[in-house]
């Protein structure tokens, strides 16, 4: 998990380990249920040369070029076409479906806290499964205070001041009525708008936050002006982001019995600051506590894999809206996302390189179970042909997600694949 630490000889074996992976590809190409085509573009991926790579994009072609077409693809309309993109990906759920809706405002003391999930506070509100919940106006961290012009002495002295807690400002709990532990809750993402500006900043090294905090101890805050119509965030001049808002935050309650801090993520989901979970997507989340009780917050405009510094680009939304569906008695362990392109099993851990063998894990048993291959056929296909990606390093569980893309199976097999399906 540190070979770029290495240099160049270090990239050089692992494109040499990817080619003679590659050669696999033969005798998967003959399973009934993997698509040719598919199957032969990622070959011919994995055949560039070393150079061909680095003059695209350096290492992180390395992570996109297994999958021209998947996953190029514009998941959500935040994101702007990409050239040579997918011409068509149809979407998962309808983006405006029937039943209840219902609205949560953010109001300190009564619908948000900060930094916590409470699992002794009564739901703010009980829904039934189907209904939509609507959340209005979201707070940045801190409760709100911070805002262009707060300093980063002033953001630092905030977490300070909250010991044993995030800075998230979290709604909830929510409960879905019937949910139970061994079930599972399915959160559809149909809106997420955010406000007109946001922030990104690393604290000063005494606070022992973000990847290198020693290297830059000074601490720093940047505030970003949005636009949601234009679809991107100026860095500067030179620098254009394009919008990618979803909620860095959003899960049910852990099976504990106090109020625990919001920074760790785990098989409950919570702060897992997964950057595909954007507008379009859904995530099974497994249930642990009666009522489920569903909590989210940590509003983000855009993230890269990793969120290295501490933080993404944070806002607020004005709107976030989530359709929650409940799956009865499914024995599901960890969270699993899905986009219009990729499944994406996903796992944490304290040690990232365990974080990794678990996700390992989660994405050969979604290949057993959901997509019906053997458990030797699962590993080796997880070996070359689905990327792996380091979620966040900065949230004290560690997070790594596998990119499933769903152009490497037959279109009508495909269609057959349940995330859910628990038996092979």
Known sequence: MHGCAHGGGRVERLHDEFVDRAANLDRLAHHDQLDPAGLDTFLRARRATRRDVLRVGGLLAYTTAAFPLAAQAAPHPWLPPVAGGAAHVAPLFDPNPQGRAHTVDSIPGETVELGRFDVTKAPILTIDPGDTIVYRNTLTHFLGAIRPGVSIEEIAQLRRDNPGRGPHSIIGPIAVRGAAPGDVLELRLLRLEPIEYGFNFNNPADLRTGALPDEFPEGQVRYFDIDPREGIVRWGDTIRLPLGPFQGTLGVAPDVSEPVSSV???????????????????????????????????????????????????????????QVLLHKAVPLAWPIAETPTHWIPLATHADLNEAFRQCLRNVVDFLVHSARMSPLDAYGLASVAVSFRVTQVVNANQGVHGMIAKELFAEDFRKEIDPLRRTS
């Open 264 to 322: 760790p993520p785990g098989p409950f989901a919570g702060n897992l600051d997964l950057r595909e979970q954007v507008e379009g997507t859904r995530i099974f989340v497994p249930v642990f506590k009666p009522g489920a009780l569903i909590f989210t917050g940590d509003s983000h405009a855009l993230q890269g894999d990793g969120e290295v510094n501490l933080t993404a680009v944070e806002t607020a939304m004005r709107e976030v809206r989530v």
